[in-house]
């Protein structure tokens, strides 16, 4: 019971708000009707069903006049199973479920039968933090390919890696951040097929989004208050001083962020990023799944776009958390730092602090699994071979 005590309390808040409309109380932005997110894409996919010349410069069917900035496939998909606006609300309580399942698989994963207090305290924390309660308020899209994306985890080594990377590819073509992960895969494959298989897939992604990525983009709110990432930093500095500043110049800028970021971690932890190659007890699996998740926040992140949502992925990290090579003291400074990244993230102009931090987090991750890239790669081959 203690060890599933993070699930067990976003479960019980969770349903609770949902069914009592308390998320104020929780100290999360609450839109009326519920689940706004869930509820643009129902409604599009509504007036899509009725409309068979609808395109993305139709005239919105939101609730609040957002342009729909999804994958067609979306609508496709609701107005076949011939789900409406009116089934918003089932749908979300649904959509709560199928996250709460995937997060008491990884809740499981983290805290081991033998675990420490610090371990239940720290993730218990983050199952409830500002970004995970918002992405339940909202019915976000983002939980269902945060569970497909587990799913595809959980049945990775039970299948095939022609198999595994089909599925990617179809989570990228629903969300493209996904992408990010299947880099990852890329970099740590060694068999030239399989990296020409994962090429060419990104061709085909890119080439089938091609006429939608445009509408998206330019339907996805792009400035400081709403706009997370590489670009924030600098977005933040132009609002307080009145300096113009493009979106191109934001991103140019906060990548030399990311640059200095990375040369002061390299300095300071030089050292404990190369006693990582010398570590033989390593669960190797574990940090090959890790390096995925991590590729996902990366490429959120470098694009510039709200990473708000997706802070939902670095659940899986905690896993870097249990391995038993690692000192406590950095176990914990880690875990620190993951509660710190949840809570400052939404904290209105403080959120520039959450994305350094984040900044901080992710170029560490980076070393981490630059130190490891080739035992992962060695490890890869063998799994991939035994496939």
Known sequence: MVRTTPTLL???????SIFTDGWSKLFVPTGHPS???LRSITSTAECFAENPNWSYSSASCDPW????????IWLKTFSLLGLKQSHTFALGVVLFFILLSS??????????ARFDWWQVASLAAIYISPPILLLVERGNSDSLIFALFTLVTLVSKRISPLFV??????????????MGAMFMVLCM??????RLLYIGLFAILLVSLKEQLPYIRSFTAIKFWTSFGISVAPLGFALFTGAEISII???????????????ILLLALSK????LTSLDNLNLEEIRIVSMYFGVLLFSFLAGSSYDYRLVFLIPIMLLTTLENSCMEWKKAFAVMMISVMYISRLGIYSIVGDLLFTILLSHLFFIYAALLPRLSKSFKTSSTAD
């Open 10 to 16: 976003l479960g019980f808040l969770g349903a609770l």
């Open 35 to 37: 689940f706004g997110d």
């Open 65 to 72: 006049q957002r342009k729909f900035n999804y994958p067609i």
């Open 103 to 112: 997060l008491l698989y990884w809740n499981l994963r983290i805290i081991r």
């Open 165 to 178: 990377a089909t599925l990617l590819a179809f989570l990228s073509y629903l969300k493209l951040f996904v």
């Open 189 to 194: 494959e060694r068999k030239w097929y399989f």
């Open 249 to 263: 110049q934001s991103l140019a800028i906060g990548l030399i962020l990311i640059v200095v970021v990375m040369l």
């Open 272 to 275: 404990h990023y190369k006693e």
